[in-house]
């Protein structure tokens, strides 16, 4: 096992000692004004098994401004990925990434489509795991609901299964670090277990051409693909419109309000997600974004890529021309804009192409909502200070914006600022802080 491999280990002290050797041994470029704040770990799914150490080298090693690990449903990685970013002196925030259901848009298209009412959404800047009572147990819920769907979906897999059966427990929950699987896992799973009963790719397209009732012709020129078959078993099985796809209703996800509550007991930050302007909940982005402030968001995500890379020019146009309407929405209503690529699914971008002409005007936003995430990150893990605490939100968001982006634009405290940080009383840590806002440069 190499040591970019070694960085992947399911084992926590191999990954640690294998980034101490790396910190210790690579050259890092410049850092360059590019950020990405949405990168899922192998605590949920990562399309190339990273972890969150071997993201935070990545990142470190392009030379990004900052980064951020978005993961669904969990806060596994959060104090790996903290860790490895002082270690690299990598400006970092975590988020958490959930599916939620907004009573009020029950019959309305959100950001998840074909599935009125459900609603993907976020929180940024968590610094630590939930605390005893009831904030670890409604954050467990989310995995254990999670679960629950998992195995329900496995089961009316198996309904349809012809040659083999899926173990959820045996065959799934093993390709995860820490028992978060997705739906991605179950297609791997899926994927691997039908070549390994029946024993060769020409078997097991003929099984699965019976199961979803396609051509074994199709299915063949497929199999040999694994990031394109285990796509191919998710659209046809599990997504809209497949085999054992099951509407999600008011009982399949938490309500919005419960979700925001959880993220506000965490002290992060509630964030909406965008999908791309195409369904109805998000027609007028004005109106939405009012609509959600006024319910308790106070920041928005968007994964840029997928709202302008199109190769068609009339598909691209339409797409921009949403995304820009979105972004304007947020900027006034002071809201800080969160850009990354996923890295959900193999092949996807490590970085945002900022210079594209579609996203190039709007690049200094994007580092400021990069800066507003670290900057509270540092105020709440250091000074016992949130962007959302009552007594900051007596400030209103330009003045709330403009403190964290100052705070997060300072680089990565040297190891004996980081260690006097630590180690000093949340008080001081505040003045540390304030002080060295004022003089562009961190003090002691």
Partial sequence: MNMLDSLNSFD?????????????????????????MHLHSFFSYNG???????IAFEMKRLGVHAAAICDFD??????????????????????????????????????????????????????RQPLPGYRAEEFGQLLTRSHERNRALIGRINAVLRDFQLDYDQDVLPLTPAGNATERHICVALHHKALAVLGSPERAAQSWAATLGLPPDALRNTIANDNAFTDLLRSKLIKKGGVCYQQPDSSTFPPLADVIRLINGGRAIPMAAWLDGSLPGESNPLKQLEYLKHHGIAAVNIIPDRN???????????????????????????????VGTEANKPGQRLLDDFEAEALAPYRKVFVRGANIFVG???????????????????????????????????????????RALLESTHSKAFSIIADSVRKKAWVR
């Fill in 12 to 36: 926590e002290r191999t990954r640690r000692e294998t980034l101490e050797q790396l910190a210790r041994t690579t050259a890092f470029p410049e850092t360059t004004p590019c950020v990405n």
């Fill in 48 to 54: 190339e098994g990273w972890s969150p150490s071997r």
């Fill in 74 to 127: 969990v806060l596994q990685g959060l104090d790996e990925f903290l860790a490895a970013a002082d270690l690299l002196q990598l400006r970092a925030a975590v988020a958490c990434e959930t599916r939620a259901f907004v009573p009020e848009w029950a019959d309305m298209e959100i950001n998840s489509p074909g599935e009125p009412g459900v609603f993907y959404f976020m929180g940024m800047g968590f610094v």
């Fill in 308 to 338: 302008w890379n199109f190769k068609d020019p009339d598909t691209k146009a339409a797409k921009v021309r949403e995304l820009h309407r979105y972004l304007d929405a947020a900027i006034k209503l002071d809201l800080p804009i969160n």
């Fill in 376 to 418: 509270h990150t540092r105020l709440l893990r250091f000074a016992d200070t949130s962007y959302t605490d009552d007594n900051f939100g007596s400030h209103d968001a330009a003045y709330k914006n403009s403190f964290c982006a100052d705070i997060g634009a300072l680089p990565a405290p040297p190891p004996e600022t980081l």
